[in-house]
Structure formats: C-alpha cells, structure tokens
C-alpha cells in the first residue's frame, strides 16, 4: 500500500511561481504513474499533469501547456508551477496508480491519492 503526502501549496499574486511536492511512501512498486489533479470550489476535478515513472514520458492539460512542469527525483514527485492566474486557484491532489498513456489525465484511473494542498492566486 503507498501513502501520498503532499505540500508547497500557497498564496501568490498572479505571475507568480509555486513548486508543490508530492512524496510517496510505503511499496513503490503498487503504482508505475503519478499525476497532478486539481479541483477549484464548484468544479470537477481535473487532471493537470502526469507521468509514466517507467518511460518518464509527461502528458499536461492544455490550461498548463508550458507553464506547469511535472518532474520527479528519486522517489519524490514535484510539479512546478509558473505563470500562476487566477483560475489555477485550487486544491492540487497527487495520484498513483497502474495508468497507461491514454488515460493518465483521468481520474477515474487512480486509486490513490493525497490529502491536498491549497493553491491560492490573487489578481
């Protein structure tokens, strides 16, 4: 069983940058994919970015094209977010599972998750 915990949420003024960090723990070898899920008040959630731990192929929504970047060193799991709007203001929940290419931005492929960290940007 792997456990998720993850942290570096904040408040930002827009523009600006945030690094959130996703670290698993327990057997790392119950899930080969990670993702980034995020989920604003009133809203579905959605993925944001993923990665095949096997590959480390990247797959991104097109709302974070090129301003978010999904990274991992060793067994932790960062996502890097710049160019921060207001609409990226929401909870950010990290995922693992056995999720292959096509269907690592859907939520319904995952069976673990992380408590979540608040993400906050002011106009």
């Known amino acids: 069983q792997v456990q998720l915990a993850e942290s570096g949420g904040g408040s930002v003024q827009s523009g600006g940058s945030l690094t959130l960090s996703c670290a698993p723990s327990?057997?790392?070898?119950?899930?080969?994919?990670l993702a980034w899920f995020r989920q604003a008040p009133g809203k579905e959630r959605e993925g944001v970015a993923a990665?095949?731990?096997?590959?480390?192929k990247t797959r991104y929504a097109d709302s974070v094209k090129d301003r978010f970047t999904i990274s991992r060193a060793e067994d932790t799991v960062y996502l890097q977010l710049n160019s921060l709007k207001p609409e990226d203001t929401a909870m950010y929940y990290c995922?693992?599972?056995?999720?292959?290419?096509?269907?690592?931005?859907?939520?319904?492929?995952?069976?673990?998750w992380g408590q979540g960290t608040q993400v906050t940007v002011s106009s």
């Open positions: 990665t095949l731990l096997t590959t480390g």
């Open positions: 995922a693992a599972g056995y999720v292959g290419w096509s269907q690592l931005l859907v939520e319904g492929s995952y069976d673990t």
């Open positions: 327990g057997d790392p070898y119950n899930y080969y994919s």
